[in-house]
């Protein structure tokens, strides 16, 4: 089945202890991209990737990291979580960089306490 | 930068009604609009997507238009059913940098 993985899907930690939320897609698309949603501010793009070794900052970069090294996963890094970056975070994944849809995650739920 | 914005907010209709939702963005140069799904809990899964190139898409019960000059886009639902209620986002990709922005979303409750 077709699909986009995202681990673990919630967890609570506290501030400064380095997190990794893995994302994993099996229809080998170049496109990958991390986004994080929040109430009335809705979704915004924090990273995303046109292809292995190709990343750039999306929207709201500051304190995430992200590294592509193989073309199906993508891992979102915290170095040192605050409570700002308490969030619904999903991971997308499309075939190409233009005009191709995107297939979302079910989404991982952080709390950083 | 591009911003995206979604009106209504939120809509309740009673069930069998055709509705429009509403999409505006504010810079023309983008690649494509993609209209969103979400249900509470769950991720987004995609609805339509327009090509810049194109004027509307349809899926269904469902007719996505773009108009790229002026920055709208409407998502037009046809007789419409209480499975359609969820959140409703649209989002443009830029052709300048790749980036994808997101409205607010509108949030439609049809009533049985």
């Known amino acids: 089945e077709a699909q986009v993985t995202q681990n673990p899907r919630y967890l609570i930690t506290v501030t400064g202890k380095k997190l990794t939320v893995t994302c994993s897609q099996n229809?080998?698309?170049?496109?990958m991209s991390w986004y994080r949603q929040d109430p009335g501010l809705g979704l915004r793009q924090i990273y995303y990737?046109?292809?292995?070794?190709?990343?750039d900052k999306g929207d709201v970069p500051e304190g995430y990291k992200v590294s592509r090294k193989e073309k199906r996963n993508f891992p979102l890094i915290l170095e040192s979580p605050s409570p700002n970056q308490t969030s619904l975070y999903f991971c997308?994944?499309?075939?190409?960089?233009?005009?191709?849809?995107?297939?979302f995650g079910d989404g991982t739920r952080l709390s950083i306490l | 930068k591009q911003e995206v914005t979604q009106i209504p907010a939120a809509l309740s209709v009673p069930e069998g009604e055709n509705l429009v939702l509403n999409c505006s963005f504010t810079?023309?140069?983008?690649?494509?609009l993609q209209w969103f799904r979400q249900d509470p809990g769950k991720g987004l899964t995609s609805l339509l997507l327009?090509?810049?190139?194109?004027r509307e898409q349809t899926s269904g019960r469902l007719n996505a238009s773009l108009d790229k000059s002026s920055g709208r886009s409407t998502l037009y639902i046809a007789a419409s059913q209480p499975g359609d209620s969820a959140t409703y986002l649209c989002?443009?990709?830029?052709?300048?940098?790749?980036?994808?922005?997101f409205g607010k979303g509108t949030r439609l409750h049809i009533l049985p």
């Open positions: 997308a994944s499309s075939l190409s960089t233009v005009n191709q849809p995107q297939h």
């Open positions: 990737s046109m292809n292995v070794e190709v990343t």
């Open positions: 989002a443009v990709e830029g052709n300048r940098d790749d980036k994808i922005i």
């Open positions: 229809m080998n698309h170049e496109y």
């Open positions: 327009i090509q810049s190139s194109q």
């Open positions: 810079d023309s140069a983008i690649y494509n």
